[in-house]
C-alpha cells in the first residue's frame, strides 16, 4: 500500500494521560499536514511541514500540542495532559510539494477517545 | 458568516437523478478550490479540483463563479455509491492553509 498511513487507528485514553500518533506519508511527498475532525464538521487544519520544516500551526494548536516530522519522512503529532474536548479523528494527509496549492491525500486517521 | 459554507442536507435523490449543490467562500483572495467525498467514519477523499473555466470528469461536473464566490458539483445519473458527505475546500488568502466546509450529506435512494 502506497498511500498515507497511520498509526494508531484507534486510541482510548484517560483525561491527563500523553498521547502519541504517528503519520507516514506518501514515500515522494515533501508537504504533511495534520488535521483534527469532529463529528459534523469538516477538517480543521492543525500544522504544516515542508519537509522537515514545520511552517505553519493553526492557533488552535495549544502549547499541549506538538508535531514533529525529523527527517522529512514519517511525523508524529503528541499531545499532553489529555482533555476530553481532545477526542477528535486526527487525519494526516501529504501533497507532492511542487506546487503551492496542492491536491492532499489523507490517511485513514487516529480516533482518539478522551474518557 | 463562516469562512466557507454549504449547506449540510441531506439530500435525498432517486437513483439516475442529477444532483447539484454549491459551497460559498468568503475570501476574494482564495485561488485554489476542490471537491473531497467522505465516507461515514472515513477519511476524505478527493473527487476533484475546481479549475477556473470549469471541469468534467465522467458523471461530476464542478464549476467556479468568481464574481458570486461560489463553487458549485453536479453529478449526473446518480448511483448509489454516491452517497456520502461531500465537503468543499478552498484556501485561506496566499498561505497553505485548506479551509475546509462541513460537508453536505447526499443519499441515494434506490
Known amino acids: 500500500d502506497t498511500g498515507v498511513s497511520q498509526n494508531p487507528r484507534h486510541k482510548i485514553t484517560k483525561r491527563g494521560q500523553n498521547v502519541t500518533f504517528r503519520c507516514d506519508p506518501i514515500s515522494e511527498h515533501n508537504r504533511l499536514y495534520w488535521y483534527r475532525q469532529t463529528l459534523g464538521q469538516g477538517p480543521e487544519f492543525l500544522t504544516y511541514?515542508?519537509?522537515?520544516?514545520?511552517?505553519?500551526k493553526s492557533r488552535l494548536l495549544s502549547d499541549r500540542f506538538s508535531a514533529e516530522r525529523p527527517k522529512g519522512s514519517f511525523s508524529t503529532l503528541e499531545i499532553q495532559r489529555t482533555e476530553q474536548g481532545d477526542s477528535a479523528m486526527y487525519l494526516c494527509?501529504?501533497?507532492?510539494?511542487?506546487?503551492?496549492?496542492?491536491?492532499?491525500?489523507f490517511g485513514p486517521g487516529t480516533r482518539l477517545t478522551v474518557t | 458568516r463562516k469562512e466557507v459554507e454549504q449547506d449540510p442536507g441531506p439530500f435525498n435523490v432517486p437513483e439516475g437523478a442529477t444532483v447539484a449543490f454549491n459551497c460559498t467562500y468568503s475570501n476574494s483572495a482564495s485561488q485554489s478550490f476542490f471537491w473531497y467525498r467522505q465516507d461515514c467514519r472515513k477519511e476524505p477523499k478527493l473527487l476533484m479540483s475546481?479549475?477556473?473555466?470549469?471541469n468534467e470528469d465522467g458523471r461530476f461536473t464542478a464549476q467556479l463563479n468568481r464574481a458570486s464566490q461560489y463553487i458549485s458539483l453536479l453529478i449526473r445519473d446518480s448511483k448509489l455509491s454516491d452517497s456520502a458527505t461531500y465537503l468543499c475546500v478552498v484556501n485561506r488568502d496566499s498561505n497553505y492553509q485548506l479551509i475546509w466546509g462541513a460537508g453536505t450529506k447526499l443519499i441515494i435512494k434506490p
Open positions: 511541514f515542508q519537509n522537515e520544516a514545520q511552517l505553519e
Open positions: 475546481v479549475y477556473s473555466s470549469g
Open positions: 494527509a501529504s501533497s507532492l510539494g511542487t506546487r503551492k496549492y496542492e491536491e492532499q491525500y
